[in-house]
């Protein structure tokens, strides 16, 4: 597609189940970049895709947070075992990989924990 | 990674040139430097970035110093739509190991009519 595509834009869930939230990187972008940005805070890094390398997850809070890249395309992000503290928005991004260009963001998933 | 150093807030009026300043005096010679910027309630764009060279694409110029020390991110004629926090990144090229940026606090530039 033309940009990065992020689902569900909105998720209210109770504390204690578990989410996945999707990301549809441009087509050949080989790098996909999960982060999560809290209310008023910064981005924080979560966990990296390179083509078939394994993830750099050094980002993920907890082991309730997991991350699959299926066929080097889309990806899903789960949170298991909600907590309230877990409410942010998560913004996937995309890149080549190579060379020195840019993310390109999708526009997140606002995730409320009640 | 490098860390910058950037000023938590500044207006501009419009219309105006917006001079945006980035400290990252600790960049290393394989860095490279990015400006992104993230308005309110949207995923972060890309703007700009650049090795040593002065770059210009169609939304900003970005001016490094010659000791690559510090950086200026400038939007020649400042607009409403610019109000936003801009982030001023190093990220080092490793061919094809990318790498993840790491975003610090920004600067929230508030353009002003």
């Known amino acids: 597609g033309a940009g990065v595509s992020q689902s569900p834009s909105n998720k209210v869930t109770e504390k204690g189940k578990d989410v996945e939230l999707r990301c549809d990187p441009i087509?050949?972008?080989?790098?996909l970049y999960w982060y999560r940005q809290s209310l008023g805070q910064g981005l924080e890094f979560l966990i990296y895709f390179q083509g078939n390398s394994a993830p750099d997850k050094s980002g993920l809070p907890s082991d309730r947070f997991s991350a699959e890249r299926t066929g080097g395309s889309v990806s899903t992000l789960t949170i298991q075992r909600t907590q309230q503290e877990d409410s942010a928005v998560y913004l996937c991004?995309?890149?080549?990989?190579?060379?020195?260009?840019?993310?390109?963001f999708g526009s997140g998933t606002r995730l409320t924990v009640v | 990674d490098a860390k910058t150093t950037q000023p938590p807030s500044m207006d501009c009026a419009e219309g105006r040139a917006a001079n945006l300043p980035c400290n990252h005096s600790t960049i290393s010679g394989n860095e490279y430097v990015y400006w992104y910027r993230q308005i309110h309630s949207q995923g972060p764009q890309y703007i700009i970035h650049g090795l040593k060279n002065n770059e210009t694409n169609e939304m900003a110029s970005l001016i490094i110093t010659e000791d690559r020390k510090s950086s200026t991110l400038i939007l020649p004629h400042a607009t409403l739509r610019d109000t936003a926090v801009y982030y001023c990144?190093?990220?080092?090229?490793?061919?094809?190991?990318?790498?993840?940026?790491?975003f610090g606090g920004g600067t929230r530039l508030m353009v002003k009519p």
């Open positions: 087509s050949g972008h080989t790098a």
């Open positions: 991004a995309s890149s080549l990989g190579q060379g020195t260009g840019g993310y390109t």
């Open positions: 990144i190093v990220r080092p090229f490793r061919g094809n190991a990318g790498n993840m940026l790491t």
